[in-house]
């Protein structure tokens, strides 16, 4: 994993109207928290230009050595966007210990076609993410699942997944990945849930 850098400074001024006059300076609110963190998290700011391009020009789940009087070293946990504009709004940096394993969310991505779309089915990717555990050094940017060979109404299972070296899945062996699909007739579906007609056997007559 690539390890960038990112210049933070303290934060001591809280409450929504800080963070818009921090905003407006174009600066971003950020919270650096992680078991070695005194108290638990600490308030920082960081340049919001700096970090769009670092979004821009490394993978999401990179190490960033990140400056204060002291630097640390980091992952980024969480980004709050603007619901329409999709911008961050605030950020959550994680301390983490380069030499020591970690806990991350690795994110899976789908590769090529699966034979089931071609016979009518639809892919559907159920987990972006898996649990895994692994130095923060040896974290991929994603792990990548070829889905070619998936067929109608098959799916694929974490335990199918095949690890980088170095990491190591915690999550659930049955969690599912994606699956592909039967396409459902609407009209078939719909006239078979439709209630059957109760037929009476007719009485004589007296």
Known sequence: MSQVT??????????????KWLRRAGKLPAVLYGKDVPGKSISLTIDAH?????????PLNSLIELQLDKSVIVIIKEIQKHKVKRIPLHVDFMMVNPDLPQEFKLHVSLIGTPIGVKDGGVLEQVSLAVEVSCLPGNLPAAIEVDVTELAR???????????????TLLADPLQVICIC??????????????????????????
Request: without cysteine; glycine residues 4%; negative net charge.
């Open 50 to 58: 700096e970090f769009d391009r670092l979004l821009a020009l490394n």
């Open 153 to 167: 109404d098959a799916h694929i299972a974490a335990k199918d997944l095949v690890m980088p070296p170095g990491v």
């Open 181 to 206: 699909k039967a396409v459902v007739d609407k009209e078939s579906s719909q006239e078979d849930l439709a209630e059957p007609e109760l037929v009476r056997e007719r009485k004589p007559e007296d």
């Open 6 to 19: 990112l210049t933070a400074e303290y934060r001591s001024e809280l409450g929504s109207n800080a963070v």
